[in-house]
């Protein structure tokens, strides 16, 4: 947990430069309040105790290193669908006393 | 004199893209022929997945809490009730949600992937707006 808490300073600490640029009116598109949601969604997951090391560590690299490999790259791809695939899947018939 | 006009300014422009220290208009110089780097691009873009990738597990994480017991006992606890009795409302929300994110960041990357030298802040910036809407329609259970 530890570790998980210096990632996500790393992440604010990101933000804030990300926000400094927006503020003085530099080409960056105007997303650090939607990054910054992004901490509330991270720290949410570690609440329901869902794995999301590797995207917080992705989102902190973004700042300090070259883009990500395409390995990387597809990781993250194959991450996403597996998830969407769960999404996506049929709801079981509704239950009694549950409106469809 | 007129005649010399057209050429003169044909060299002007050619030498405004070739000099090394001009820069784009785009980048805030002078010169309309210069390249520009991606100001917005494929580092944005990434960022925006895995703030996606992330709502997404969230997402996943509410409908696997919602269908972890029977619906009688979701509602039945004083805890469990707000977050869940709406599930299959919730569910097909994130699930529109969802759709429309995923829609705008292929949209993105395939702007990014044909366009090097052009800002992508229009798509880029329609696909982050669609992720936030996105982690809009994910309740916060526990909160």
């Known amino acids: ?100 | 004199m007129r005649v010399l006009v057209l050429p003169v300014l044909l060299l002007t422009l050619a030498l405004g893209g070739c000099a090394a220290e001009q820069k784009s208009v785009l980048a805030g110089g002078s010169s309309i022929t210069a390249t520009v780097a991606n100001p917005v691009g494929p580092v944005d873009l990434y960022r925006a997945k895995n703030v996606y990738s992330a709502t997404l597990k969230l997402a996943v994480s509410y409908r696997e809490f919602c269908w972890s017991k029977p619906y009688a006992a979701l509602v039945a606890d004083p805890i469990t009730r707000p977050v869940c009795q709406d599930r299959r409302k919730v569910v097909r929300a994130m699930q529109a949600a969802d759709t429309k994110a995923n829609a705008a960041i292929k949209t993105a990357e395939n702007f990014v992937r044909r366009n090097p030298t052009l800002s992508a802040v229009s798509v880029v910036g329609a696909a982050w707006q669609a992720v936030t809407d996105f982690q809009a329609a994910v309740p916060r259970a526990g909160a």
């Open chain 1, 1 to 100: 947990m530890s570790d998980l808490q210096s990632i996500l300073d790393a992440v604010n600490l990101g933000l804030s430069v990300v926000k400094r640029v927006a503020d003085m009116g530099g080409s960056v598109v105007p997303y650090a309040s939607t990054l910054s949601n992004a901490i509330g969604v991270v720290q949410q997951l570690v609440k329901t105790g869902a794995d999301v090391a590797e995207e917080i560590q992705a989102i902190t690299d973004t700042f300090s290193k070259p883009m990500p490999a395409q390995g990387d790259l597809d990781r993250l791809d194959a991450t996403i669908a597996a998830s969407r695939a769960r999404l996506h899947a049929p709801l079981p018939p509704a239950e009694p006393g549950e409106e469809d």
